[in-house]
């Protein structure tokens, strides 16, 4: 099994050794090899907002950067991460930016079955909310998401946070191991099917071979299916996967 991390911090600290640390607990673990992408290592560009990858295709992009690189790692990888440091309450800038790279995917989410999490390293206050915000936009890209962790930085470090940071990448390293190795995809939540059958059929309606979501979600076939990939569903949520359609072609 192969994990790839994504450091978006400058330095070679705190986000970058928690993952480190979190890595070799993994592959003690396992046979897993890991590689860590320190983000600030690659060209990034600044999103210029044409939507080009949204409407017509990504391969439209005019950026020349590493995003193809990027996503290749990803690609080929059983499991991600990414690690940001807290600044000014959000993921750094650069981390930012790639995420923006890879908004299209939150259109047309492609890395199912991919086990996520993430690792932010904060002075204070505030990490949290990026820990959800992680959580949020792993699920949106198709990821199975396991739930994030805030490491306290603040120098100089007592014993005691040492202790609880470490406490923390411990018990993620059991949790991130058991769902790297889950062949079973998640069922999703109802939630998840909202959100699916809602813009799937709300796309079917408005769209048509012009949008790349529209050619994206034809050719997966989910203008017919109950979910992204075959699921096992309750009545109650077969029952509540209609009412959405039913709802998205009413609001359509
Ligand atoms: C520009 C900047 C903004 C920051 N903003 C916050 C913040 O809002 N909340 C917080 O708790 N820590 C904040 N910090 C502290 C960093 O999150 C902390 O030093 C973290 O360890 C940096 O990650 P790194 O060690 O991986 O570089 C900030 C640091 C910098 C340089």
Not at 138 to 159: D, Q, R
Not at 183 to 196: A, G, H, Y
Not at 215 to 227: N, S, V
């Amino acid at each position: 099994m192969k994990v790839t991390a994504f450091v978006g911090s400058a330095r070679k600290k705190h986000s970058y050794q928690s993952v480190e640390n979190l890595l070799q607990k993994l592959s003690a673990m396992g046979d897993i090899h890991y590689e860590i992408v320190h983000l600030s290592d690659y060209p990034i560009g600044i999103c210029t907002g044409c939507k080009q990858c949204l409407d017509k295709g990504e391969e439209r992009c005019r950026l020349k950067d590493s995003r193809d690189e990027l996503l290749e790692k990803i690609e080929q990888s059983d499991g991600v991460i990414f690690a940001s440091p807290n600044y000014a309450f959000h993921v750094s800038g650069r981390m930012k930016l790639f995420i923006d790279r890879l908004a299209y995917i939150f259109h047309r989410p492609c890395f199912f079955g991919k086990t996520f999490t993430s690792i932010v390293a904060q002075g204070i206050f505030g990490g949290n909310k990026i820990v959800s915000y992680f959580n949020f936009i792993g699920k949106a890209l198709g990821f199975k998401v396991v739930k994030g962790i805030c490491i306290n930085s603040l120098e100089p470090m007592t014993e005691k946070v040492i202790k609880k940071n470490e406490e923390k990448i411990v018990r993620l390293s059991k949790r991130y191991y058991a769902q790297l190795m889950k062949k079973q995809l998640p069922r999703p939540s109802l939630f998840d099917m909202f959100v699916f059958r809602m813009s799937r059929t709300s796309m079917k309606i408005k769209l048509n071979d012009d949008f790349k979501d529209f050619r994206y979600y034809r050719e997966k076939g989910w203008f017919q299916t109950d979910y992204y990939y075959p699921v096992s569903l309750s009545p109650m949520k077969k029952l509540a996967g209609n009412l959405f359609d039913y709802l998205a072609t009413k609001v359509s």
